[in-house]
């Protein structure tokens, strides 16, 4: 979006718009970008020619309590609810059905993402054939497309929005009620009774969970009961349930993954990343007035309105912008330790700082342009074959968003698989499956509808 563009959609913003949403939306992102920064423990030693990338999580203990006031990701979900609400049924007033949904989120989602993927697909191919022993070119290429793991969850929630819209706004509570029901039925199972696998069912329940929260916002319950009464009861009961989690059950406090962890509350997600939400809604809620009051300042709004402009782009590249100042310091013979508890290495990291923010900014100038929403304005219609078409379209979605998450772009020429569940994957089935979703998407509100 060019500077005359956001100026319009300044000028243009409507008085019934919540801009909350909007900055939360924004900030959440921006959140990710710094937190994958600042979580990053790269070891660069020339002299044994060692690569290991790790997490600063997994050696410096003291970090882990900071992911409470880092980890965003639940709030992106509960604004996504949100968003999802209105837009479905703004959608259904002006006649659109299931097909013109998954299409828009497809859209928006998976179109500039299939860019980035085309980019790291020859990006990946280059670097195996280039250096196809260098002990940074597996763990290099397989962390570079780690990150798509949150728009396969996302799809997940924006798949079933319409059906849990629909049975949120006939029981209400009870769907939410059901929904924690069974992620807390999902934690007993797997680690009282022992059963395992059931853990994977986590990642629907929990996140489609705090997804629905956002439904209740677009209902405008923070009015009717007050922002800061809700704020401060959804706040305090997440705070002393998380705290109860912590210290009576096995669950710990860090809300981000890394290795060697007893239990992990985001890999699957939790009971504790669910009351964690809670607390973090709660505060959002706290928060909103003081911030709408900013928002209404012009100049405030437009760094808003800006930054939704580019912020999937940014997300999508941020990561490539990582990799490459560490392949920099790599190439001109630098040396990092990687050791999150000596004093060095935050000194090293705030000074690469400024490297990664200016390549995040070049990136997004240059991808930009594919950070849109669908142009689409006719609508296709309520349709059981273009619905199952649509549904189709977002399993295989996310299947290849899951599917890159786990190989990364790790052997485009060598064909390493990997296995999302018990599924194998590799780089070219989650490249098809992305593809194979895009199709489909179009298909489905373009195909003539057939008799029910």
Same mark, same amino acid.
């Given at each position: 979006?060019?500077?005359?563009?956001?100026?319009?959609?300044?000028?243009?913003?409507?008085?019934?718009?919540?801009?909350?949403?909007?900055?939360?939306?924004?900030?959440?992102?921006?959140?990710?970008?710094?937190?994958?920064?600042?979580?990053?423990?790269?070891?660069?030693?020339?002299?044994?020619?060692?690569?290991?990338?790790?997490?600063?999580?997994?050696?410096?203990?003291?970090?882990?309590?900071?992911?409470?006031?880092?980890?965003?990701?639940?709030?992106?979900?509960?604004?996504?609810?949100?968003?999802?609400?209105?837009?479905?049924?703004?959608?259904?007033?002006?006649?659109?059905?299931?097909?013109?949904?998954?299409?828009?989120?497809?859209?928006?989602?998976?179109?500039?993402?299939?860019?980035?993927?085309?980019?790291?697909?020859?990006?990946?191919?280059?670097?195996?054939?280039?250096?196809?022993?260098?002990?940074?070119?597996?763990?290099?290429?397989?962390?570079?497309?780690?990150?798509?793991?949150?728009?396969?969850?996302?799809?997940?929630?924006?798949?079933?929005?319409?059906?849990?819209?629909?049975?949120?706004?006939?029981?209400?509570?009870?769907?939410?009620?059901?929904?924690?029901?069974?992620?807390?039925?999902?934690?007993?199972?797997?680690?009282?009774?022992?059963?395992?696998?059931?853990?994977?069912?986590?990642?629907?329940?929990?996140?489609?969970?705090?997804?629905?929260?956002?439904?209740?916002?677009?209902?405008?319950?923070?009015?009717?009961?007050?922002?800061?009464?809700?704020?401060?009861?959804?706040?305090?009961?997440?705070?002393?349930?998380?705290?109860?989690?912590?210290?009576?059950?096995?669950?710990?406090?860090?809300?981000?993954?890394?290795?060697?962890?007893?239990?992990?509350?985001?890999?699957?997600?939790?009971?504790?990343?669910?009351?964690?939400?809670?607390?973090?809604?709660?505060?959002?809620?706290?928060? !909103?007035? *003081?911030? $709408?009051?900013? &928002?209404?300042?012009?100049?405030? /709004?437009?760094?808003? +309105? @800006? =930054?939704?402009? %580019? #912020?999937?782009?940014?997300?999508?590249?941020?990561?490539?912008?990582?990799?490459?100042?560490?392949?920099?310091?790599?190439?001109?013979?630098?040396?990092?330790?990687?050791?999150?508890?000596?004093?060095?290495?935050?000194?090293?990291?705030?000074?690469?700082?400024?490297?990664?923010?200016?390549?995040?900014?070049?990136?997004?100038?240059?991808?930009?342009?594919?950070? !849109?929403? *669908?142009? $689409?304005?006719? &609508?296709?219609?309520?349709?059981? /074959?273009?619905?199952? +078409? @649509? =549904?189709?379209? %977002? #399993?295989?979605?996310?299947?290849?968003?899951?599917?890159?998450?786990?190989?990364?772009?790790?052997?485009?020429?060598?064909?390493?698989?990997?296995?999302?569940?018990?599924?194998?994957?590799?780089?070219?089935?989650?490249?098809?499956?992305?593809?194979?979703?895009?199709?489909?998407?179009?298909?489905?509100?373009?195909?003539?509808?057939?008799?029910?």
């Amino acid at each position: 979006m060019g500077d005359m563009s956001v100026s319009a959609a300044v000028a243009a913003t409507p008085a019934t718009r919540d801009r909350y949403v909007d900055l939360v939306r924004v900030g959440s992102l921006l959140g990710v970008v710094l937190g994958h920064f600042a979580m990053a423990a790269v070891v660069l030693d020339h002299a044994t020619g060692t690569v290991e990338v790790a997490n600063v999580l997994e050696t410096a203990a003291w970090t882990r309590p900071l992911t409470l006031a880092f980890q965003v990701m639940p709030l992106f979900f509960v604004v996504g609810g949100f968003a999802h609400a209105t837009s479905w049924r703004s959608l259904r007033a002006r006649g659109g059905g299931y097909a013109d949904f998954v299409h828009a989120r497809i859209g928006r989602l998976l179109l500039p993402t299939a860019v980035f993927v085309g980019v790291w697909l020859f990006l990946g191919a280059a670097v195996e054939v280039l250096w196809p022993d260098s002990p940074a070119t597996a763990p290099l290429l397989q962390i570079s497309g780690q990150l798509l793991w949150f728009i396969g969850i996302y799809l997940i929630a924006a798949a079933f929005a319409p059906a849990l819209l629909a049975a949120h706004d006939r029981w209400g509570g009870w769907t939410l009620a059901l929904l924690v029901g069974a992620a807390v039925a999902v934690d007993a199972l797997r680690l009282a009774v022992g059963l395992d696998g059931v853990k994977w069912l986590n990642f629907a329940f929990v996140w489609l969970a705090i997804h629905q929260l956002g439904f209740f916002y677009a209902d405008g319950v923070a009015e009717r009961v007050g922002p800061r009464r809700l704020g401060g009861t959804m706040l305090g009961l997440g705070t002393a349930s998380l705290v109860a989690l912590v210290a009576w059950g096995p669950y710990g406090w860090s809300m981000v993954s890394y290795d060697g962890e007893p239990l992990s509350n985001l890999a699957p997600p939790t009971v504790a990343l669910l009351a964690f939400a809670c607390a973090q809604a709660g505060l959002a809620l706290l928060l !909103r007035e *003081p911030a $709408r009051r900013l &928002l209404e300042r012009r100049r405030v /709004w437009t760094i808003v +309105v @800006a =930054g939704g402009a %580019v #912020a999937m782009t940014a997300f999508l590249w941020h990561f490539t912008a990582l990799v490459a100042v560490h392949a920099g310091l790599w190439g001109v013979g630098v040396d990092l330790a990687g050791d999150p508890t000596a004093a060095s290495f935050w000194w090293a990291k705030l000074a690469m700082l400024p490297a990664f923010l200016a390549l995040v900014a070049v990136l997004v100038l240059a991808w930009r342009r594919f950070d !849109r929403p *669908p142009g $689409r304005t006719d &609508l296709a219609g309520p349709s059981a /074959w273009r619905a199952c +078409v @649509a =549904g189709l379209s %977002v #399993a295989c979605a996310i299947v290849g968003m899951l599917g890159f998450a786990v190989v990364g772009f790790r052997g485009v020429t060598t064909g390493y698989v990997g296995h999302v569940a018990v599924l194998p994957m590799n780089v070219w089935a989650a490249a098809g499956l992305t593809s194979a979703a895009i199709a489909l998407s179009r298909l489905a509100v373009a195909a003539p509808a057939r008799r029910r």
